[in-house]
């Protein structure tokens, strides 16, 4: 059964703490994801990467870094943690040529206090 | 500005009945559109998807419509099972090959009475 997995369910931080979100897929898959969910929203891409060590800014790329030292692993950084990154956050993954996001991980949903 | 908009934030229909559910977008480069479906607690699974050169792509009880004038698009579900009820996220892309700038609704909150 494939598996995007996500390190925590809830986390708290405090603000100007930095914030690790880990994510790791078992599919071998070459893209990854990162989303933040938000009511009224919907979802909005904050990074991608298509390849270990390569990643890509997507549309709310600010206040984030993310990184890809192995396939199987993306992790999302926030340097200094601020109230307005209290979001649920989603990772996802998909095989090269399979361009859409597949499957996505059961999200982390983060306050900043 | 929400370029894709799911103006019904939620829906409620009898068991066996039909669902339908509702997405406008505003960019005309959009040419490839997308259905998600959460469960609460769970990431976004794919349901289905639509290219702009269809008007209608079916997977078993899923159909999607695409009316590219209008710059609307529907997922109807027949018949409707408790099982199907989810929140129902559409998304809009440029390009088939850029997955990386999908551009998603806020999301239709779909609930299917036993």
């Known amino acids: 059964d494939v598996k995007v997995t996500q390190s925590s369910r809830y986390l708290v931080k405090r603000t100007g703490e930095k914030v690790f979100l880990e994510c790791v897929q078992d599919m071998d898959h070459e893209n990854m994801f990162w989303y933040r969910q938000d009511p009224g929203l919907g979802l909005r891409l904050i990074y991608f990467s298509y390849d270990v060590k390569m990643k890509e800014k997507g549309d709310i790329p600010e206040g984030y870094s993310v990184s890809r030292e192995k396939k199987e692993r993306f992790s999302l950084i926030l340097e200094s943690a601020s109230t307005n990154q209290t979001s649920m956050y989603l990772c996802?993954?998909?095989?090269?040529?399979?361009?859409?996001?597949?499957?996505f991980g059961d999200g982390t949903r983060l306050s900043i206090l | 500005d929400q370029q894709v908009k799911q103006n019904s934030p939620s829906l409620s229909v009898q068991e066996g009945r039909i669902s339908i559910l509702n997405c406008d977008y505003t960019n005309s480069m959009f040419d490839y559109f997308l259905w998600y479906k959460k469960y609460p607690a769970e990431g976004p699974t794919f349901l289905i998807s639509?290219?702009?050169?269809?008007d209608k792509n079916e997977d078993g009880r899923f159909t999607v419509f695409l009316n590219k004038s209008a710059k609307h698009l529907s997922l109807h579900i027949v018949p409707s099972q408790p099982g199907d009820s989810a929140v129902y996220f559409c998304a809009a892309s440029g390009e088939e090959t850029s997955g990386s700038r999908l551009t998603f609704g806020e999301g239709t909150q779909l609930t299917v009475n036993p």
């Open positions: 639509i290219s702009s050169i269809k």
């Open positions: 996802a993954s998909s095989p090269a040529g399979a361009w859409k996001p597949q499957h």
